[in-house]
T-cell receptor, first 115, second 110 residues
Framework: SAVISQKPSRDICQRGTSLTIQCQVD?????MFWYRQQPGQSLTLIAT?????????ESGFVIDKFPISRPNLTFSTLTVSNMSPEDSSIYLC????????????FGPGTRLTVL | KQEVTQIPAALSVPEGENLVLNCSFTDSAIYNLQWFRQDPGKGLTSLLLIQSSQREQTSGRLNASLDKSSGRSTLYIAASQPGDSATYLC?????????FGQGTELSVKP
């Protein structure tokens, strides 16, 4: 399995600012994913981040709002840009573990509150 | 478009009871199905993964079954404990991504 850490664990931000969330994995993985979990809701995939290529965004999510970097096989960042209160959510990264039949493992999440 | 539904949305049981959580999906063309546990304000812990060719998987007091033809999976928890209280999410993998259900919030009373 993979051990995943995220920074920050939580933050309170002002409207109009941006926050960058970091995701670090303890082993090299090809596929990394970013999810959003709005209050009281289930998880929704934002984008898939593969090393060496542009992130692939799901319908309803755009690069200008959620730019993603994937500089190597153990690290990725998600930026939430020009935040509004509607962006208040838990943001989670996950990785696909090839050794376990493509099982996905999740980080602890970043709880974001936008005032 | 794949849709995943979990029933019930919430469940409260006394300690020691055996219980079943249900998950249904609309498209049987799945790669695998995962059950996760989420504690309040926390990330997800993977409990069990069932490959599309499998019928069930077991881990300790947990047993998950999969019936692709009917689009259903169940998570059976034996001898429930207060520490099992959490939200349980099922997710189906297909087309390179996971689609999640809304979850079942389980409360086990001492």
């Amino acid at each position: 399995s993979a051990v995943i850490s995220q920074k920050p664990s939580r933050d309170i931000c002002q409207r109009g600012t941006s926050l960058t969330i970091q995701c670090q994995v303890d082993s090299q993985v090809t596929m990394m994913f970013w999810y959003r979990q709005q209050p009281g809701q289930s998880l929704t995939l934002i984008a898939t981040a593969n090393q060496g290529s542009e992130a692939t965004y799901e319908s309803g999510f755009v690069i200008d709002k959620f730019p993603i970097s994937r500089p190597n096989l153990t690290f990725s960042t998600l930026t939430v840009s020009n935040m509004s209160p509607e962006d208040s959510s838990i943001y989670l990264c996950s990785v696909e573990w090839r050794g376990g039949f493509n099982e996905q493992f999740f980080g602890p999440g970043t709880r974001l509150t936008v005032l | 478009k794949q849709e995943v539904t979990q029933i019930p949305a919430a469940l409260s049981v006394p300690e020691g009871e055996n219980l079943v959580l249900n998950c249904s999906f609309t498209d049987s063309a799945i790669y695998n199905l995962q059950w996760f546990r989420q504690d309040p304000g926390k990330g997800l812990t993977s409990l069990l993964l069932i490959q599309s060719s499998q019928r069930e998987q077991t881990s300790g007091r947990l047993n998950a079954s999969l019936d692709k033809s009917s689009g259903r999976s169940t998570l059976y928890i034996a001898a429930s404990q207060p520490g099992d209280s959490a939200t349980y999410l099922c997710a189906v993998a297909g087309g390179g991504k996971l689609i999640f259900g809304q979850g079942t919030e389980l409360s086990v009373k001492p």
